[in-house]
């Protein structure tokens, strides 16, 4: 055999072999995006056996709405202008199920015109594993930038108890000075109601910075609310509707239960400034499987305890801001931005976090999340 049989051979089976290929479906298109034929990874990743295209348009493989905005077509176009073309984007199978795709095409010319040559791979379980190490890419970030804050936080607020201390004593002493000068007594009674007010600003950035003291203990979440529900009615207001969804079988927790009773006390004042008095607050616990806080990107059965509101929301473009300390969308003067700070703060030292997103509702939801004790 002559090596130029030898090569037509060799083309023969490699034509062969490829039209045999499951891992990928191939396709070829005519110059109008018709499907000309397609190998046996047609009916592996598409679904269709590869005589059901012949003829067909390339948008078939398309959603109704990317083919009316004309994404096939314009990829054709694009290869026959450009001669090679590679997209990542959703394809539709025979089943209608959508599916992350790998599309490369290519210009393929000869005497009898152009054609198209496109390699299509299901690349769907690689899209949600890179999608879930952004994921938690993302929650190790903004975990590290607040446990940096917090630190910061811790530091100023112990230097900050120590000058209130100071103040607060000079003033313990002024006192015990009788003077019949009504005027000092009330400046006095004003500089006492200001050293309160400041330590308790540094209780709530000394909670934030995970350096308040925690008794926690094994407790259910669903006994614990249902026994300060009335708290939390009250709380609320008669105008506004609280309505409470436990799940069914929850897995204890440890946790201190003055301090998430706070917590919980913070978010639906939170959610009741918000509403203006009047609108509906769901309160709910449930198991949810979540990215471990301090893991490298494993996950883990955590108790979520979720305040949802119909308020008017927090703006995406904020939310990641909104446990960072000082940070309020109140009016000035009508909160010191650390009531958030304090519930991520007392999350995040119990072993979970916070997470803030939309209330099925439509308005703000914070979601606490606390580990489950084996």
């Known amino acids: 055999m002559s090596s130029t049989e030898q090569e037509q051979t060799a083309a023969a089976v490699l034509a062969d072999d ?98 198209v040559l496109v390699l299509i791979r299901d690349i769907t379980e690689i899209f949600q594993t890179q999608k879930r190490v952004r994921e938690a890419q993302e929650i190790a970030l903004r975990a590290q930038r607040l446990d940096a804050v917090g630190k910061l936080t811790l530091g100023l607020s112990h230097d900050f108890n120590n000058l209130l201390s100071v103040i607060g004593n000079s003033l313990d002493m002024l006192s015990l000075r009788r003077s019949g000068d009504e005027s000092v007594r009330r400046i006095l009674d004003i500089a006492h109601r200001a050293v309160e007010r400041g330590t308790q600003l540094t209780r709530q950035m000394l909670a934030f910075g995970r350096g308040q003291t925690l008794v926690p203990q094994l407790s259910r979440v669903d006994d614990l609310l249902t026994a300060s529900l009335e708290m939390y009615r009250r709380v609320c207001g008669e105008t506004i509707e609280l309505e409470i969804e436990l799940a069914a079988d ?64 927090i703006q995406a473009e904020i939310q990641e801001s909104v446990f960072e300390p000082f940070f309020t969308t109140k009016s000035v003067g009508d909160g010191s931005g650390l009531g958030l700070s304090q519930v991520y703060g007392f999350a995040a ?5 916070a997470m803030i997103g939309t209330s099925p509702l439509g308005g703000a939801a914070v979601s606490l999340y606390f580990p489950v004790v084996a």
């Open 349 to 353: 030292q119990s072993g979970g976090t």
């Open 18 to 115: 490829v039209l045999k290929l499951h891992c990928c479906a191939i396709l070829q298109l005519d110059s109008d995006g018709r499907v000309l034929g397609g190998n046996a990874g047609v009916a592996a990743v598409l679904g269709y056996a590869a005589e059901e295209l012949r003829t067909q348009p390339f948008s078939l493989l398309f959603s109704a709405a990317d083919s009316q905005r004309g994404v096939a077509e314009q990829a054709v176009a694009r290869t026959l202008e450009q001669g090679i073309e590679q997209l990542s984007l959703a394809m539709v199978r025979n089943d209608g199920v959508r599916f992350r795709a790998s599309v490369m095409m290519e210009r393929v010319s000869d005497p009898a015109g152009s054609r």
């Open 250 to 313: 929850l897995p204890p927790i440890s946790v201190d239960v003055g301090q998430l009773e706070a917590a919980l006390l913070n978010l639906l004042s939170n959610s009741r400034d918000a509403m203006h008095g009047v609108g509906k607050v769901v309160l709910c616990a449930r198991l949810e499987t979540i990215i471990v806080p301090s893991g490298g990107g494993e996950r883990g059965p955590f108790v979520s305890i979720c305040v949802g509101d119909s308020g008017p929301g």
